[in-house]
């Protein structure tokens, strides 16, 4: 337990993972679950302490009502923890296996996707093409070393829960491309 709050003149302890008790919360699920059964039996404790008469009508209402948007914040958590962390990968993988197939044989539209997809920053000096890679397909390069793997997986794992704008715009890409390619191949 983190912190604690007060019931008249008694010290109730604060259920880990509570919003004022960041040291206890976390991003892993384990944590988020720990959180919404330590609420919900917050909550109850807290109905026994009204039954009881140890706190007024008042003051029940006033940390039910906290305790229970806590409970809704740690739901809304959960809900996306259960988001597959690993489909972004999956993704990848799949474009990088089929980017320069795409590249080759695809029209311009195509190979404007792979092209934005896989890099950024393009310049065409004496003929010559140059591009700067993106971090996740530079980094999912070779899968077959364990530690890069992780490495990959991490990251990629990483700039997915966070959001990232350029990670998720090049999600979309790769989505929209391997969208592209279902409907090619099944007209075939």
């Not at 009502?65 to 809304?76: A, C, G, S």
């Not at 489909?87 to 320069?100: C, Y």
């Not at 896989?118 to 364990?146: E, M």
Request: aromatic share 6%; net charge positive.
């Amino acid at each position: 337990m983190c912190g604690s709050f007060l019931y008249g003149n008694r010290e109730i302890p604060r259920p880990a993972g509570s919003a004022r008790s960041a040291c206890c919360s976390g991003p892993h699920r384990e944590s988020v679950e720990k959180s919404i059964t330590d609420t919900e039996r917050a909550i109850s404790n807290l109905t026994t302490l009204c039954v009881y008469e140890h706190i007024s009508h008042e003051e029940f209402l006033t940390e039910r009502q906290k305790l229970e948007k806590e409970l809704v914040r740690f739901k809304q958590q959960s809900e996306e923890n259960t988001d597959d962390a690993f489909e972004p990968l999956r993704v990848l993988v799949s474009f990088r296996n089929r980017a320069l197939e795409c590249f080759r044989t695809g029209d311009t539209r195509t190979k404007r996707l792979v092209l934005s997809s896989v890099g950024s920053n393009l310049s065409l000096k004496d003929r010559a093409l140059s591009i700067q890679a993106n971090k996740p397909p530079r980094q999912i390069g070779n899968l077959y070393n364990p530690t890069q793997l992780r490495r990959a997986v991490n990251d990629i794992r990483k700039l997915y829960a966070l959001r990232d704008p350029e990670f998720m715009a090049m999600l979309d890409n790769v989505r929209g491309l391997n969208a592209r390619l279902e409907n090619q191949s099944s007209a075939w």
